[in-house]
């Protein structure tokens, strides 16, 4: 860094995603609260080991592999001209995956231009990266409460976590990505990226893995299984909202030089959405707390007031407006968001009866399905507008649009995850036994615990009566 | 054709709003309001007549105190 103000800026972008990465974290523990809540007491404590080791699981894997998937698989590969492209910054072997002080380099693959530019943001990119990852798992997480088995959860969650997702944001979510340049992707918050594509996966698990015991009665009709704790389930929910500020903000780069890339003379600092076109944290701060309020406000409305759903419906409003968060007005962000809800939980109950689908929390229609409908509403919202400071991408479409929905939800969503559930169906390691269902997945640990339980309270007896002995005198 | 923006490759100063349809705000505004005022009015119906059936429910004493039993056990 040769002068004060390029160190500020290197330094501030640094602390900038550091920053983000703590306050996603607590989109974590929403999530561990969450799901927990929502289980029946006798399932608890496995549903919180699940949820948590996904934690280090997706972390080691988004090192190993997911980071450089990421800047390897822009043209497909095979899509478009170009094959794999190169990453030395990215592999887990790499001098740039450690800490580095920018200078020159020693491994032959990188040049100083490399370390330059990845000493101080390739661990804090990498980190902003994986909290998405760790998201994408999350939301499969709570759809397969009470009865995956937990290492199938985990197999899942590498893969919906370290390599779909990151594949999908190679093609999308990136600058130079196949689906920018030829369908004018556009989905600034990852409606599509996260949670439409999380949503599909979880959706081809769930029909391999089949209801929990006593969702539906012998004519199919769904009946409702309660939170073993609401109170806890919505203040989980409420910690989403508030990790997802950090998503949000996560999503952009926080300072950039747009001016050369705009074919002006002089230099344009901007904020830029992940595509590097401007935009401005004061607006997506207006468009979030408007998709948020017309969702809530929605589904407060369509779900009869019930918590769980209202809060549910607001992050679907804020996903179902993601995809152009950049760029709309306020108040049609909020509308867009009302519209969200409406899908989202309509859809939930419909896939329910229909297909007979147990989503212990409306997983699939909140993230799948509203930001399916998110990615296709953007494009006739902002259709025409580049998607790209490259005048050679394609515009946004509704065609354009329509097709990376599906390419999200269907092709890198859906079809791996019914796969994969497969596959572990096929191997016995799927799902639980219905007896130990029934019993509860914490049944081992009430086994393993309860002779000294009974034996403390033998010797509590015995210590109060000895008590009252010496009492009487 | 645009709803907004047709390109970046501009002199970015030059750039004001950046939403699609620029010079819908009133309209977008009055029919917001009126979504809101809207929302009062059918969530006040919906629980006038949910609270009507509650009441009709808890009239009846031994229901009542049976509410109460329970109140009491989960304090």
């Known amino acids: 860094m040769e002068n004060q103000l390029e160190a500020l800026t290197i330094i501030f972008t640094e602390v900038y995603y550091w920053i983000t990465v703590v306050l996603m974290f607590l989109i974590h523990v929403g999530f561990c609260m969450y799901e927990v809540g929502a289980s029946r007491s006798k399932h608890m404590l496995h549903t919180l080991m699940k949820n948590t080791m996904l934690i280090p699981l997706v972390t080691i894997t988004f090192y190993f592999f997911g980071w450089w998937l990421y800047f390897a698989m822009q043209n497909g590969p095979g899509i478009i001209p170009g094959g794999l492209i190169s990453a030395p910054w990215a592999t887990p072997w790499s001098e740039l995956m450690g800490a580095h002080l920018g200078g020159e380099p020693v491994q032959a693959n990188l040049n100083a231009e490399d370390t330059m530019a990845w000493a101080h943001i390739n661990g804090v990119f990498w980190a902003a990266f994986l909290l998405f990852s760790w998201t994408a798992a999350s939301i499969l997480s709570g759809a397969v409460i009470e009865r995956i088995r937990s290492g199938a959860f985990w197999i899942l969650a590498v893969l919906i976590g370290s390599f779909c997702w990151i594949i999908d944001a190679a093609w999308g979510w990136s600058a130079d990505g196949w689906m920018v340049q030829k369908l004018g992707y556009h989905d600034a918050y990852a409606s599509g990226v996260i949670h439409a594509i999380a949503g599909g996966f979880a959706l081809g698990v769930l029909i391999h893995l089949g209801a929990r015991i006593g969702k539906f009665a012998a004519d199919g009709t769904p009946r409702t299984i309660r939170p073993h704790n609401p109170w806890l389930v919505t203040v989980g929910l409420f910690l989403i909202y508030t990790g997802f500020w950090g998503f949000y903000v996560a999503c952009n780069i926080p300072i950039l030089d747009v001016g050369e890339a705009a074919g002006m003379d002089g230099s344009f600092f901007a904020t830029t959405n992940i595509y590097l076109a401007p935009t401005s944290t004061s607006a997506i701060t207006f468009n979030f707390l408007m998709s948020l309020s017309g969702g809530m406000l929605v589904g407060y409305l369509v779900s009869k007031g019930d918590a769980f759903w209202t809060y549910s419906l607001g992050l679907a409003g804020v996903i179902g407006a993601s995809a152009g968060n950049d760029l709309y007005h306020p108040i049609q962000a909020m509308f867009i968001g009302g519209g969200a809800a409406i899908v989202a939980y309509k859809m939930h109950f419909w896939v329910e009866r229909r297909f007979k689908i147990d989503d212990a929390v409306g997983a699939v229609a909140v993230h799948g399905y509203a930001g399916f409908y998110g990615v296709v509403v953007a494009g006739f919202m902002l259709w025409g507008y580049p998607a790209s400071m490259n005048p050679e991408y394609a515009s946004i479409t509704p065609w354009g649009q329509f097709a990376g929905a599906l390419i999200m939800f269907v092709v890198l969503g859906f079809i791996p995850g019914y796969v994969a559930a497969g596959i572990l169906k096929a191997c016995g390691r799927l799902r639980i036994p219905a007896s130990v269902e029934l019993a509860g997945l914490d049944i081992g640990e009430d086994l393993a615990v309860r002779a000294d339980v009974e034996a403390v309270h033998v010797a509590e007896v015995r210590a109060a009566s000895v008590m009252k002995i010496e009492d009487d005198g | ?75």
């Open chain 2, 1 to 75: 054709m645009s709803t907004g923006i047709e390109s970046w490759n501009v002199d970015l100063t030059t750039i004001g709003p950046m939403y699609p349809f620029v010079g819908t705000e009133t309209i977008l505004v009055l029919v917001a309001v009126g979504a809101w005022l809207l929302w009062h009015i059918v969530q006040a119906r919906i629980e006038a007549r949910e609270v009507e059936a509650e009441a009709a429910k808890t009239a009846d004493a031994a229901f009542l105190r049976k509410a109460l039993d329970n109140n009491v056990e989960q304090r």
